[in-house]
Structure formats: structure tokens, C-alpha cells
T-cell receptor
């Protein structure tokens, strides 16, 4: 079974520039998450999708971050414009439906904002 | 109320020893408590998880102890090996894991020969 795929793996941009990350979840996984992991901290949820609908985006900085999940499969997370404090690893995770079901994480995209 | 507090921040254990990492939570609605292991450059991977209807769960060398009244849970790694060197995160979720995971701050574990 293929895992969660993310690209790019690394990205360096200047502040105020835009950046986009892509995630392909495990086939058949209806729920998709984007987490932000700042160095030395645990992952923090940004947004949760169920199929192509948003379940929870309460911690997404909506003035600069946006995310979409077209056709309930792939997802993109965009930052526009980026700030220095956005430097982090952006993790995508997915899981199938059901109780106490494991979330599978991708390798993440490491973003550095200069 | 959504926080999960994790300690210690870092831990050094001799090979063959027992590694113990502790977490505490406040939200009594949490009902799913997984531990994740993360190696450098990789995403977190589920190690073991527990529901609050049991006080202990063991899988191989890894054991979760759960104290519902104290709102605490811990990970014990028996016979720690160099390959266990990684960062460990506790997490919690409600609605039987259907909701978001709230992660602890992580423990960097180093196993020395």
C-alpha cells in the first residue's frame, strides 16, 4: 500500500512570496489533515477535510492560508503572503473512516521563509 | 483545556534500560490516546494507542499506562535499543479518534550503548 505522498519536500522562499504544497493521501482515505510542525514542537492541526468538505479549520490563519481538496482526493495548501513565522514542516495525514483509526502521515514539506 | 503536556523534553537511556515518557491532559472529552514515533526527515508514525476503558496496553516492548482519574498516561519502552532513538509524541483526540489529534511537545529519546 502506497503511503501519503507530499511535494515538494523542501522549499525556500522570501517573506511576502507565495507557496503551495501538494498532498496525495492513501487511496480510499476519506479524511485528510494538514498539520504545521514548528521546530521543537508537536504538530498542530491547520485544517481537516472529510471527502472534499471542511470539517475543522479553526486554527487556519485564513488571512494568508488557504486549502482545498478537489474531488475528495488530492489536496493543496497555499500560503500567500508568507511570513518568517511560517517556517515549519507542513505535514499531510489521512485516514479511513471508523473509530480509533490510525492517521497516516506523509514525510512533510520543510518550508524556510527568509 | 485542549493542551497535552509532555515530559521530559529530552531523555538519554542506556541500551537495555527502560525509557519512560509522561503526558497529562485536561480535556475529559478525550477518549483516544496514541503515541507517535518520528525519525528525522520523516512524518510521525503510530506506535501504540489506548482507549480510556483500559489501564494498560502492551505491544512488544512498548507499553502505555493510563490513569483516567489523574488524567495522565505514559509510554514505557522496555529493553531500549539504539534503533528506538527518535522523537516521541503523545496525542489525544475525542470522538474515538474521529476528531483532530492534539499533540504534546515531544520527547527526544537517545539510547546510548
Amino acid at each position: 500500500e502506497a503511503g501519503v505522498a507530499q511535494s515538494p519536500r523542501y522549499k525556500i522562499i522570501e517573506k511576502r512570496q507565495s507557496v503551495a504544497f501538494w498532498c496525495n493521501p492513501i487511496s480510499g482515505h476519506a479524511t485528510l489533515y494538514w498539520y504545521q510542525q514548528i521546530l521543537g514542537q508537536g504538530p498542530k492541526l491547520l485544517i481537516q477535510f472529510q471527502n472534499n468538505g471542511v470539517v475543522d479549520d479553526s486554527q487556519l490563519p485564513k488571512d494568508r492560508f488557504s486549502a482545498e481538496r478537489l474531488k475528495g482526493v488530492d489536496s493543496t495548501l497555499k500560503i500567500q503572503p508568507a511570513k518568517l513565522e511560517d517556517s515549519a514542516v507542513y505535514l499531510c495525514a489521512s485516514r479511513t473512516s471508523g473509530r480509533a483509526v490510525e492517521q497516516f502521515f506523509g514525510p512533510g514539506t520543510r518550508l524556510t521563509v527568509l | 483545556q485542549q493542551q497535552v503536556k509532555q515530559s521530559p523534553q529530552s531523555l538519554i537511556v542506556q541500551k537495555g534500560g527502560i525509557s519512560i515518557i509522561n503526558c497529562a491532559y485536561e480535556n475529559t472529552a478525550f477518549d483516544y490516546f496514541p503515541w507517535y514515533q518520528q525519525f528525522p526527515g520523516k512524518g510521525p508514525a503510530l506506535l501504540i494507542a489506548i482507549r480510556p476503558d483500559v489501564s494498560e496496553k502492551k505491544e512488544g516492548r512498548f507499553t502505555i499506562s493510563f490513569n483516567k482519574s489523574a488524567k495522565q498516561f505514559s509510554l514505557h519502552i522496555m529493553d531500549s535499543q539504539p534503533g528506538d532513538s527518535a522523537t516521541y509524541f503523545c496525542a489525544a483526540s475525542d470522538n474515538f479518534g474521529n476528531e483532530k489529534l492534539t499533540f504534546g511537545t515531544g520527547t527526544r529519546l537517545t539510547i546510548i550503548p
